[in-house]
């Protein structure tokens, strides 16, 4: 191939009830409800764990969803849609009533996560939610689709990474303080009571990531929310914060609930069959033992939004020389059999077609390891796909570049851009200048207008909201959170999860 050339990748089209068509999600369930299947939820059976207020507050909310909510009244009509109540659009029921209660002791929730050591605070508190929903399970025998773990706000402001409780309003600790504890995991410690106090400080300082990672092993299905998101409309002077209006609330979140419970909202109407595809993902281990540096894994994903994610072992998976992350054969080799095998029992037969999406080159190690495991039958192609600002597009107008623009610099490489101008929005949902992010088949052969499309489609298959598109594919979107998780959670076998239990 000679010469670069400009190429539009079409807007992938999403499938719902009736086998009816449309680009935007919620264009589709607002008319048409989500497509039939058996994994659809029957009603939505959710339980909730909260402080009193909170509890009420989700109450308030779900009573609220069941009708209709105006659209805003402010901002482009093509952005503005009415909320027509929850059964209108997934014709299913959500009770007013949870199916389950967990009630926690607010003050006390206040005062964990004020303390001065920061992993103290976070496990803590995070030791209450714990303890709730392990007790419930225990002792109750309902067992609900899904589970709405409600945040107050002070949770969320003091439980992200970096946060700080200001010096008046701290509890004062006796913790070792994360430095010390990291020198002791490392090295080792003579008194194994000590070593076992020091627990807390293998997770990452984050309460939705370690939440999510500690309760894995329950196969509980969790969505965490802020008590203020539930309360969009309504929040007083003293908890202002930035919130979506109402009906966008009740899209998005009612959205991502029925896919949490089970359903399916849409899927890509054009697909090929037989095709898979793989997300690898690497993170570092913070208290890395020996030359074991990093936690390696892998999500799959099909086109009809069914997604599993693979946990691997932790090895001397990142190189310090170069900064890249790459898989000895053996691992490699084990992680595409578990993806394989997964397949398999999904859908009776191996893939036909397996492509494997990363940030990183693949190694010749690396990929003689994912070879190992696919069968002769399957075509396994390696994509790279990276962010990148140093390439521009500039469109005549007012208007930014479309979305599905791409350049093909040669028969194995493109910049695509995923983000741009939307005319069924009619603007570009964005503050700076578009950036593509570049794609290059590194492994395998594929045509490159093909790829393109598949990871076009893939950028619409994000069933935490209804918005039209994001600018990553799901492969990518979620891999640093994953990631976190992955990392956060007990090093050891584990038998693969729904991608649902991590988002």
């Not at 939610?129 to 773990?149: G, K, M, Q």
């Not at 008194?191 to 807390?200: A, I, K, N, S, T």
Request: net charge negative.
């Amino acid at each position: 191939m000679k010469g670069w050339r400009v190429i539009h990748v079409d807007e992938p089209q999403l499938s719902f009830g009736f086998g009816q068509r449309s680009e935007h999600p919620k264009d589709g369930l607002f008319l048409y409800g989500p497509p039939e299947s058996n994994l659809n939820p029957a009603r939505m059976d959710v339980g909730v764990i909260g402080t009193p207020e909170g509890i009420q507050h989700f109450e308030a909310w779900v009573s609220s969803i069941r009708g209709a909510i105006a659209a805003p009244e402010t901002g482009k009509a093509e952005n503005r849609m009415i909320w027509p109540g929850f059964q209108s659009v997934f014709n299913i029921e959500w009770p007013t009533t949870p199916m389950a209660k967990c009630v926690i002791d607010g003050a006390e929730l206040s005062s964990r996560i004020r303390s001065s050591d920061r992993s103290e605070a976070i496990y803590t508190a995070v030791d209450i939610y714990d303890e709730a929903l392990r007790t419930h399970r225990t002792n109750e025998e309902s067992r609900p689709l899904l589970w709405f773990v409600v945040v107050p706000e002070e949770v969320y402001k003091y439980g992200r990474p970096n946060s700080r409780v200001p010096k008046a309003e701290q509890v004062p600790s006796r913790a070792v303080g994360r430095r010390s504890a990291n020198k002791m995991l490392r090295d080792g410690w003579l008194f194994q009571e000590e070593v076992d106090e020091l627990e807390m400080y293998k997770y990452e300082e984050n309460f939705h990531n370690q939440l999510k990672a500690r309760l894995l092993d329950t196969g509980e299905i969790l969505q965490v929310v802020r008590e203020t998101t539930l309360l969009a409309g309504y929040i007083d002077e003293n908890r202002r914060r930035s919130l979506q209006d109402p009906a966008s609330v009740a899209w998005n979140l009612c959205t991502t609930s029925f896919y949490k419970a089970g359903g399916t909202p849409w899927r890509i109407a054009d697909v090929r069959p037989g095709v898979c595809y793989v997300g690898l993902i690497f993170k570092r281990v913070e208290s890395a033992s020996g030359t074991d540096n990093a936690c390696c894994g892998a999500q799959m994903f099909l086109s009809s939004g069914e997604g599993v994610v693979f946990k691997g072992a932790v090895g001397p998976w990142f190189s310090e020389a170069d900064g890249t992350f790459h898989l000895g054969r053996a691992k490699a080799a084990e992680l595409m059999g578990l993806i394989v095998k997964a397949y398999t029992n999904m859908h009776g037969a191996p893939p036909a077609e397996l492509f494997i999406h990363g940030q990183t080159y693949f190694g010749d190690e690396e990929w003689a390891g994912f070879m190992e495991s696919v069968p002769e039958t399957t075509k396994l192609t390696g994509i790279r796909i990276r962010r990148q600002t140093e390439v521009k597009l500039f469109r005549y107008g007012k208007n930014t570049v479309l979305r599905g623009t791409a350049i093909v610099t040669g028969e194995r490489s493109a910049y695509l851009w995923t983000v741009g101008f939307i005319p069924r929005l009619n603007t570009y949902p964005g503050r700076e200048i578009p950036n593509p992010v570049t794609v290059e088949i590194v492994r395998g052969t594929e045509d490159i207008e093909t790829v393109l499309g598949d990871l076009m489609s893939l950028t619409k298959l994000n069933f935490n909201s209804a918005g039209f598109a994001d600018g990553l594919p799901v492969t990518l979107r979620f891999a640093d959170l994953v990631g976190e998780i992955l990392t956060a959670a007990p090093v050891g076998d584990r038998p693969p999860l729904p991608f649902k239990a991590y988002i």
